[in-house]
């Protein structure tokens, strides 16, 4: 008979969600934690995302754990880099010793006689917990488009989020479907390298110039001094927070802050009319992820790059290739999917199953919910990071991440005060809780800028981003209110 693994806390996930929550509940003195990461590695994005020209969209002394300074070579650090710092995080805190890895977990169920998770793993055998946070993060379920014939292509294919460098494209013809922020890093980065570039756009993206700066060595020493690193840090903040005035307050000033730049740098760095007009949204900047790149519109330019708009998209797939809406066949050697992740229906890949036995899929049938992103009524114990309404656009997804891993901390030390054996949060709460958010996004560009985005849920709600201030988030998820929750 199989062993039951027993923790006293066990997280799904190696990324920076599931760090942080390993490194704060060792410092509290909680050390029985087990991590279980379904790749054969740990890091998750960084270190799976290793696409050319992957690179982090926000600055890297913010973009990175508080109490872990680290000397950056550049503002706004490179794959590479970023997935040296990771590994360097883990190895400090001992975390590699903590994990499982090539644990595919499969289901988790809630055993309401012992008050502990009961979780599936393939790979890794069974485990059993008190406390269960995913940190799986929403940017973990690729999608690909089931395009009609998709499956006949005979060429290579991959999604960007599992880039093959076995696979040399020098001097061949590429497709690549789909023009975000992934896109956007590709592109310029193969552009030069490759005979002939497709793009397959459903919609253009809002740009801005990318204001990288490589650091001197002796501005490195200074960032690595913890005050000066401090003080850089806050200093990005406050400047990025003052974006949220035009997401949610003022499209006139997110039109003179955002939009006149966008449109210079797309008149600019776009000479061809044509072109210029296919690439122009026709959007309130912001309504979708706003892209940094300085080098996209110019590769874009190239003669052997081709922008297919949605008047010439993609009608099916061949063996060879793709025919357009317009009837073209277009031969392709490799076709990558820069389609994205499910990162609102799809939030959390794998059944969990809670109180009475009533499924999450249920309670998320309308839409995904949970109080503060982070917890859900039913589900004892379970705490899930970078959960329904925790992403923000303007700063780093960090300060999000460490706001909710002051949350879970004060529950955890409130059940240990309590007596009990497991904290929900009550129904009327969450509720309260999800009712606010949503009447906050009505404001907001994510609802009224008249795109469609990833992060809205099929049922048009915005569920991946938190309307408003991350300080307002902050301040509410550091303050624990007893009296929203229920022990048992």
């Known amino acids: 008979m199989e062993t039951q693994q027993r923790y006293r806390v066990v997280i799904i996930g190696s990324g920076f969600g599931g760090q942080c929550a390993a490194m704060r509940l060792q410092e509290k003195g909680i050390s029985d934690i087990r991590i279980l990461e379904r790749r054969d590695y740990m890091g998750g994005t960084w270190c799976q995302n290793s696409y050319p020209g992957a690179a982090v969209d926000v600055q890297s002394p913010l973009y990175s754990i508080s109490s872990e300074p680290y000397p950056w070579t550049q503002m706004f650090a490179e794959q590479d880099e970023l997935q040296r710092y990771t590994n360097e995080v883990i190895d400090k805190h001992g975390l590699r010793e903590k994990t499982t890895l090539n644990a595919d977990v499969k289901q988790v169920h809630w055993d309401d006689d012992i008050k502990h998770w009961l979780i599936e793993t393939e790979g890794a055998g069974s485990f059993e917990a008190q406390i269960l946070i995913n940190a799986t993060g929403p940017l973990s379920t690729p999608v690909v488009p089931d395009f009609p014939g998709r499956d006949t292509f005979k060429g290579k294919t991959f999604h960007t989020n599992s880039w093959d460098h076995s696979y040399d494209y020098t001097g061949k013809r590429i497709a690549i479907i789909g023009s975000g922020a992934s896109a956007a890093q590709v592109i310029p980065a193969i552009a030069d390298k490759v005979a002939k570039l497709h793009v397959f756009q459903r919609s253009p993206h809002w740009v801005l110039p990318r204001p990288d700066r490589k650091f001197s060595p002796f501005q490195r020493k200074l960032i690595g001094i913890k005050l000066l690193y401090k003080a850089l840090r806050w200093s990005i903040y406050w400047s990025l927070e003052t974006r949220v005035l035009g997401f949610k307050y003022s499209k006139t000033l997110l039109n003179l802050l955002a939009g006149r730049e966008a449109l210079k740098l797309l008149k600019t760095q776009v000479a061809d009319p044509i072109l210029r007009k296919k690439l122009t949204p026709n959007f309130t900047i912001g309504c979708k992820r ?15 790059v081709t922008v297919h708009d949605k008047h010439d998209g993609i009608q099916r797939i061949n063996e060879t290739g793709i025919v357009t809406a317009q009837g073209q066949q277009v031969d392709v050697d490799l076709i990558v999917w820069s389609t994205g992740y499910d990162a609102t229906d799809g939030l959390i890949s794998y059944p969990v199953i809670g109180k009475d036995k009533k499924p999450l899929s249920s309670f998320w049938e309308e839409y995904p919910r949970a109080y503060l992103g982070t917890t859900i009524p039913g589900f004892p114990n379970l ?12 700063t780093s997804a960090l300060f999000v991440i460490e706001s909710q891993i002051k949350y879970i901390t004060n529950s955890i030390r409130h059940l240990e005060q309590s007596g009990k054996q497991a904290i929900e949060v009550r129904e009327c709460a969450e509720d309260e809780y999800t009712q606010m958010v949503h009447s906050e996004m009505e404001k907001t560009v994510w609802k009224s800028g008249g795109c469609t985005s990833w992060y809205q849920s099929k049922s048009g709600h915005v569920v ?6 991350s300080f307002t988030f902050r301040r509410l998820a550091s303050r624990f209110k007893l009296k929203h929750h229920l022990f048992s």
């Open 290 to 304: 706003v892209i940094l790149s300085s080098t996209l519109y110019p590769a874009l330019s190239r003669s052997n």
């Open 383 to 394: 705490f899930v990071v970078t959960g329904p309404n925790t992403g923000i656009g303007h």
């Open 464 to 469: 991946a981003m938190f309307p408003g201030f």
